[in-house]
């Protein structure tokens, strides 16, 4: 693999999405890794990502300078860059000039293999305080900036090279290329890292680790969950079982996307839990948000067992199927613990004492891989391409006590929303729409020549790069107005539609 090494800024995970799409395997590894440890995992190349501090703070992360005697290749990126420069032999300076955002780069005249072909002068994304004044020896200076005496070198001899700038963010419109250029051309790395074969590396470790055995899989009706079962069904075929559970709380046409689609286009074996009543019942009465994601939680997972103790009488299942992703497993992996805002309950993450050994095929994937995997393995559109929806589903979209009644008016009013938002073209540009019904709020309205005294649906439609932060999507005014006009007309409960324009912080993408 490339080594990615996190200095701590979020960058990290980033630069190893895009070196993937450079088709070359990358992994993060905290700084903290010695040379040593790095070298157990027989790295194609390195790259020293960006990170918050100064070369010059104390207790500023360091690079280990015999990591420059073992003969990989190595891309320092920002304060990877400097911090190369400095173990090397260059000079890093503290120069009082800064540089923030869009910064034009002049290419110098031997611009070198990294900027090669690109033109002269461009556009890219800067973000620092010191900067390198000189190079290490050996070392050409292949571009500057006004800020940026040094903004990038190279030691073709040595495949060393490094940029001041970011080249994996889109406000470097080159930046892609430069980082293919140096994973190529530099480092000569064959690009091998395709769809095809994550899917057949993957289908040879869920053999070896399954033989014989029989597995069981949840399925949620989300993208991840379904692109490990498709896996994991091409490795074992029919000894793969998946159990979906209906708990009610599902938006309109979901369970028949699962029981119909799924099984269309992979022919796995499903069983259909039908707990509608169960979760129903133990809702009744609750508004509070935790307390019915706790609910939520707990009948799911009493449901699952229950569904695996019937399976017991076919054989026995040693083996679970869970779609956890890469970047569950490098968050997991440290960092500081963070406030709990809300109690996600990933529906489908199952205690520990369920006895089974765990199968995770998508644990070395980023989200838009397991996409693509999805589709390569013949899953249609509608599953793979499908937007986040919360594993407590519509339960946490009625703001007041979940009822059969209810769930009925906020199914009717999200078809009609997301009708709308995919026939407009914008599922891509939104990350996804929440459509959020206040419950025990009414107000006076006026349709025909009656009153009216109905309740509010909120539309949340949000853009994000990873749930993360989300700012309030701009939906064009024609759309708008044919959800709003829609709902009020054919949901007869309703008769207001009320747009939320929070962004995510202070708001967050749920209403609960
Ligand atoms: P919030 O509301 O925290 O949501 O801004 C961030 C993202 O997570 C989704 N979400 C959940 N997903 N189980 C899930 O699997 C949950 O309990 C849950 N709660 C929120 C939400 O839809 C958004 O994409």
């Known amino acids: 693999p490339v080594l990615v090494i996190d200095f701590g800024a979020q960058y990290a995970q980033l630069i190893a999405r895009r070196v993937r799409e450079a088709q070359v395997y990358s992994e993060v590894v905290p700084h903290t890794a010695s040379v ?109 900036s006004e800020g940026a005496p040094v903004a990038a070198f190279e030691d073709k001899g040595r495949r060393f090279a490094g940029v001041q700038y970011h080249p994996e963010v889109g406000h470097s419109p080159h930046g892609q290329e430069v980082l293919r250029r140096f994973l190529h051309e530099i480092a000569g790395i064959r690009p091998q890292w395709t769809t095809s074969s994550i899917v057949d590396e993957q289908v040879a470790r869920i053999r070896a680790q399954i033989g014989g055995g029989k597995a069981i899989c949840g399925l949620s009706g989300g993208v991840d969950s379904a692109v490990a079962a498709a896996l994991v069904q091409r490795a074992i075929g029919d000894r793969l079982t998946c159990v979906f559970v209906d708990h009610g709380l599902l938006r309109a046409g979901e369970r028949a996307q699962v029981e119909r689609d799924y099984v269309a286009a992979t022919g796995v074996k499903l069983v259909t839990v039908d707990a509608r009543e169960r979760f ?26 229950q569904a695996e103790r019937d399976l017991k009488a076919e054989g026995d299942y040693q083996f679970l199927v869970q779609g956890t992703l890469y970047p569950d497993v490098v968050e997991s992996g440290g960092g500081a613990g963070t406030a709990n805002i809300k109690s996600h309950h990933n529906v489908g993450g199952l205690p520990d004492d369920l006895q089974f050994t765990l199968v995770e095929p998508l644990r070395a994937l980023f989200k838009d891989e397991v996409r693509r995997v999805g589709t390569e393995l013949g899953l249609p559109e509608t599953i793979v391409q499908r937007q986040p929806f919360p594993g407590p589903g519509l339960g946490i979209r009625i703001i007041g006590e979940v009822t059969a009644e209810r769930l009925e008016i906020l199914r009717k ?66 759309v708008l107005e044919r959800i709003s006009t829609r709902i009020t007309n054919e949901v007869a409960e309703v008769n207001r539609v009320v747009l939320d324009v929070t962004s995510k912080p202070p708001g967050t993408i749920e209403w609960e």
């Not at 419950?439 to 853009?463: E, F, K, W």
Request: net charge negative; aromatic share 6%; glycine share 12%.
């Open 36 to 144: 040593a440890e790095l070298l157990d995992k027989d790295p194609a190349a390195i790259v020293l990502s960006g990170g918050p501090s100064s070369v010059y703070e104390p207790g500023a992360p360091q690079v280990d300078p015999k990591l420059f005697d073992v003969g990989v290749p190595v891309f320092g990126i920002c304060y990877g860059f400097q911090a190369m420069a400095g173990a090397l032999g260059g000079t890093v300076a503290h120069t009082g000039t800064r540089e923030y955002g869009r910064t034009e780069l002049g290419v110098t005249e031997n611009g070198g293999l990294l900027h090669e072909e690109l033109p002269g002068t461009h556009p890219v994304w800067m973000s620092h305080g010191d900067c390198v004044t000189e190079a290490p020896e050996g070392f050409t200076v292949t571009a500057t």
């Open 280 to 305: 129903l019942n133990a809702l009744a009465g609750v508004t509070d948000p935790e307390e019915k994601r706790k609910i939520i939680g707990r009948e799911f997972i009493r449901v699952f067992e």
């Open 413 to 478: 009013a999200d078809a009609i929303a997301r009708e709308e938002l995919t026939s407009a073209g914008l599922d891509r540009t939104i990350w996804q729409c929440p459509v959020v019904l206040l419950a025990d709020v009414r107000s006076v309205g006026v349709q025909g020549d009656g009153r009216t005294y109905g309740h509010p649906v909120v539309l949340r439609p949000v853009s994000s790069e990873d749930a993360m932060t989300a700012d309030w999507t701009r939906l064009p005014y024609d």
